[in-house]
């Protein structure tokens, strides 16, 4: 509620003005105001004392908690979807229809969603569902766009003010919700176990915008490019509501595109020096985004690409997360736009809690140092802290979660005294105090003969490899050495082309131990490998390794 609330102060000055952008049209904080008090007093209807259709439901339709699913592209139906859940006393749990019906159904089962919301176009397959789990279902209510004829970016007239302070005076007689009350659940990405709820309160989210707002310099005068799915906490937190807690636009494209972005960069910064009045000025991705969009940027000719660079070192930010971003991305992505991308850290669980600075020196291979009232340290096997040796990364911050949904044990098992999370990562600092991820203890940690390697820092020296696009490092069973270390690697398509000429592959075994031998100490040097295709990643790009071992395993049995 609070976040709601906060939300619409802040933008209420810029309220005549778009505050979202999405398919060519512009929709007002206002008008979303007013679509999420039109959800607020849908689910309240639908659930006063004679429909009570939403369990928790009071008598004056209040939801006390319930949970309500918002399926819905990125647009402002999904944003007020959220922002109505939250003004009902609903918790709202963002579903993605990227997930397998399974999938889908075990999330709407183990949060216990009592309603689903969703737009027109995903009518028909959400009613299906909730009918399958006994969930009662409704449309989204359009949002209302800015009229053409209205000049977005003239000041509040006297009518739009009026409007504004009525719809404030409206969610102040909404019942009052407390900051440590539930306000969302969102489900962890499974790559290494089964996807558990995650429950964030209305406080913690209000701290973490803030949070990142003063990290980051977030402004009302910015405008993001989203690219981002919206049921984990990078497309949610980073990229919509702390930029909409700090006044700035942001301008929803549905589905990544390599050549949507670079259109969009041009369109708002011209070769003629102009600068577009709806001006993108931050974008941030995950570093497959930065991937595909240097390989369309390759397959340009000289002058669009020299439209394209230009276009891009205009803007003010740009930064990189959810998973590890590679040197040589980072060095590339440097050379073309001239921007250092910002590499950041944040997990379900906290959202963000280590960052370069906005501000300073941003190094390669680090995720930086703790965001502003967040505190973190290192514990090692023993249990004992370190300030400069290698152990399990722990975090204490104002945005951390309240608890796992329905796992009392587990919540308990991921805290340590003094509040601090054990995030499961595996980390280091350098002589600066930024911190080196290492990698999730269960899954990037391997024990070799002894040594206990970072399947991270592997991976980074591969890429430096020119044969290697993507490449993945994981520990096999090994009688020997406990774990023998494995390289799945996605050759260059150039690569691919050559070796397909020539009947071989594009890189073998032995030729990467010779090229490893000045790179790596031997212990560290893969001693298998498979060429593969492609990789499986989650919604969020980052490697699911966990599958990457089950199809390993059929590799094997074949």
């Not at 904080?29 to 209807?45: E, F, G, M, T, Y």
């Not at 028909?124 to 949002?143: F, G």
């Not at 959810?322 to 991308?341: C, D, F, I, N």
Request: net charge negative; glycine share 8%.
């Amino acid at each position: 509620m609070e976040v709601v609330r906060e939300v619409f102060k802040h933008g209420s000055a810029h309220g005549a003005r778009a505050a979202i952008r999405a398919d060519q049209k512009s929709y007002s904080l206002v008008q979303l105001i007013s679509s999420a008090l039109d959800v607020h007093n849908i689910l309240c209807r639908k659930h006063d004392g004679k429909d009570s259709s939403v369990n928790g439901a009071n008598a004056t339709g209040f939801l006390c908690g319930a949970r309500i699913g918002i399926v819905a592209k990125p647009s402002p139906e999904f944003v007020a979807g959220i922002f109505g859940t939250w003004l009902s006393g609903g918790v709202a749990v963002p579903l993605a229809l990227s997930y397998p019906e399974v999938e889908l159904l075990h999330v709407m089962n183990d949060s216990d969603i009592s309603m689903v919301l969703s737009t027109k176009e995903h009518h028909d397959i959400m009613e299906s569902i909730s009918t399958k789990c006994s969930t009662r279902y409704s449309l989204l209510p359009t949002v209302e766009s800015i009229p053409p004829k209205i000049d977005a970016q003239e000041p509040l007239s006297s009518v739009v003010t009026s409007s504004v302070s009525s719809l404030m005076a409206e969610i102040d007689t909404l019942k009052k919700i407390k900051g440590d009350d539930p306000a969302l659940i969102l489900y962890t990405s499974g790559t290494t176990g089964k996807p558990k709820g995650v429950v964030h309160t209305h406080e913690g989210i209000l701290s973490q915008v803030q949070i990142l707002t003063e990290a980051w310099g977030y402004q009302s005068e910015d405008q993001f490019l989203h690219c981002l799915p919206l049921h984990h906490v990078h497309g949610l937190f980073n990229a919509l509501f702390a930029p909409l807690y700090s006044g700035s636009v942001v301008e929803f494209l549905p589905k990544f595109s390599v050549r949507g972005v670079w259109q969009r960069w041009r369109e708002s910064y011209p070769n003629d020096g102009s600068k577009n009045d709806e001006a993108i000025t931050v974008f941030t991705g995950v570093p497959t985004v930065y991937t595909r969009l240097l390989q369309g940027y390759d397959s340009m000719n000289p002058d669009q690409q020299s439209a394209c660079s230009y276009a891009a070192k205009q803007l003010r930010l740009m930064m990189c997360g959810s998973s590890a971003l590679p040197s040589p991305l980072m060095k590339r992505w440097q050379e073309v736009t001239g921007h250092r991308l910002l590499e950041r850290y944040g997990m379900t669980e906290f959202v963000m809690a280590l960052s370069n600075p906005l501000h300073g020196a941003r190094k390669e291979g680090t995720v930086g140092k703790p965001l502003p009232r967040v505190e973190a340290k290192i514990i090692m096997d023993d249990g004992t802290e370190t300030k400069t040796g290698v152990g399990e990364l722990c975090i204490k911050s104002p945005s951390l979660f309240k608890e796992y949904w329905k796992r009392p044990e587990v919540t308990a098992e991921s805290f340590i005294d003094g509040g601090f999370f054990k995030t499961g990562d595996t980390v280091t600092v350098d002589e600066d105090g930024y911190f080196i991820i290492l990698g999730r203890t269960n899954a990037d940690i391997m024990k070799v003969g002894g040594y206990k390697l970072s399947a991270l820092e592997i991976e980074a020296v591969l890429l430096e490899h020119d044969t290697v696009l993507e490449c993945a490092v994981l520990g096999l069973p090994d009688e020997a050495y406990g774990e023998a270390i494995c390289a799945i690697i996605v050759p260059k398509e150039d690569a691919k082309e050559k070796a397909e000429q020539a009947s071989k592959p594009a890189l073998t075994l032995e030729a990467l131990t010779s090229w490893s031998k000045d790179k790596l100490a031997p212990y560290k040097i893969p001693t298998r490998l498979h060429l593969w295709d492609s990789l499986p990643r989650n919604a969020m790009g980052k490697v699911n390794k966990k599958e990457l071992k089950k199809l390993l395993e059929v590799c094997v049995l074949m």
